[in-house]
């Protein structure tokens, strides 16, 4: 495994550890700036708005310069925002904190998934995507309670701090482990003009794949978003259970990214087909049997698996079809947050119009079917060709 991997996947960690530990925290901010509880909630509302808008306009804007600099300069700013977070002596500075690092967010697993699988050989790729997201797959289980824990313990800052901490390992890691060449050429490759970047995006299949990635995140996540409300309302279990539930659902997370790596670099598109509609049943089974503790448990495992099973096989086929192009691989993520935001909120209407506490796990069926339709003729269109 290539040292800059490991670089890589020490910035998705700390970077997924951002988006994830406020969750844990946000009872304690709100206390201290002395804002509502409403008001507290944009910090993690506002983090994902911005992910969605840096993803493109820091991917667009940074096009001409060659990727290792980028990857610097995006975990630079990174660093800058956690910093800010850590000082924060009022809630607009720790709003503006929040902003500044998700502006990194994006970019930096788009362009980093391009590096990344330019650093193995191309039979690799996707393994290669898999190794550098197993560190937000490692935050999405580890960021809640790590937030949670030093906060209890130091305060909240120390958590931003420990998060600033990590941030400039990561910078010193990519800054020296990865290669200023990437796929073995003598000199930096020449960044793609703005508009072949722009080019890329009339191809039907690079639209057809952020669909799918769209729709697949938007029904793991609707249902994730109340997860909670269906252990504690549904399942019988109590509110201390949650936490522990939580990492369960994380544990299927890292495994189904490293399950899905080697998967799609065998065949992508039929792993991708597969997963997308393992969520979809698993996702319409819990609904059935959410009332069973047993069967919650084994759910919401195989829920993380086959819900983070497609991300690598996701990356790397954008970009294929896309012939290269960074602007697609940002527009991935983008993509996965607005699946994101359209799932909770489908979800929060279903449970709003007296569905019940299950409601989000049928809505998230029924979004993930769509995401299988679309990405099978997705497939389809590409044997035929």
């Known amino acids: 495994m290539p040292s800059g991997l490991i670089a890589l996947a020490l910035g998705g960690f700390g970077i997924g550890l951002t988006e994830f530990l406020i969750a ?4 304690q901010v709100a206390s201290s700036l002395a804002v509502s509880e409403a008001a507290a909630g944009w910090l993690i509302s506002g983090y994902a708005l911005s992910v969605a808008i840096g993803a493109i306009a820091l991917t667009a804007a940074t096009t001409r310069l060659p990727r290792k600099q980028v990857l610097v300069g995006l975990v630079s700013l990174f660093v800058i925002g956690n910093l800010l977070s850590a000082l924060a002596p009022n809630y607009p500075v720790m709003l503006l904190g ?29 393994r290669a995507v898999a190794v550098m997201f197993a560190g937000l797959t490692l935050a999405n289980v580890l960021g809640v309670p790590f937030g949670a824990l030093v906060g209890e313990r130091w305060g909240w800052r ?32 020449p960044a793609a003009d703005l508009r072949a ?7 039907w299949q690079v639209w057809l794949t952020l669909t799918a990635t ?8 609707g249902a994730f978003s109340y997860i909670a409300y269906t252990f504690t309302e549904v399942g019988g279990f109590s509110s201390a259970d949650v936490a522990w539930l939580l990492m369960v659902y994380g544990v299927g997370l890292v495994v189904g990214n490293l399950i899905g790596g080697r998967a799609a670099d065998r065949d992508r598109d039929r792993a991708l087909v597969l997963a997308l509609l393992g969520l ?16 919650s448990v084994i759910l919401v495992f195989l829920m993380g698996l086959f819900g983070f099973a497609a991300v690598p096989g ?8 896309a012939h290269g192009a960074a602007l697609a691989a940002s527009a991935n993520v983008s993509a996965s947050n607005i699946g994101n935001a359209l799932g909770a909120w489908l979800g929060g209407l279903a449970i709003t119009a007296g569905l ?13 079917l769509i995401a299988v339709l679309v990405m099978t003729a997705a497939a389809h269109q590409t044997s035929r060709r």
């Open 24 to 27: 844990g925290l946000l009872p």
């Open 356 to 368: 019940g506490y299950t409601a989000p796990l049928y809505v998230g069926a029924g979004i993930t």
């Open 314 to 321: 996701m990356i790397t086929r954008v970009t294929d079809v």
């Open 214 to 221: 769209g729709l697949g995140y938007g029904g793991m996540f």
């Open 98 to 126: 929040r902003v500044v690092a998700a502006l990194c967010h994006g970019s930096f697993f788009g362009i980093g998934s391009l590096v990344a699988r330019g650093l193995v050989a191309p039979e690799r790729k996707s």
């Open 158 to 189: 120390a958590a931003f701090w420990a998060v600033t901490a990590i941030g400039v390992l990561a910078l010193t890691g990519i800054a020296t482990l990865v290669p200023p060449t990437e796929a073995g050429h003598p000199t930096p490759t």
């Open 280 to 295: 979809t049943v698993t996702l319409a089974v819990f609904g059935l049997l959410a009332a069973s503790p047993t069967a």
């Open 197 to 203: 970047q722009f080019r890329a995006f009339r191809s």
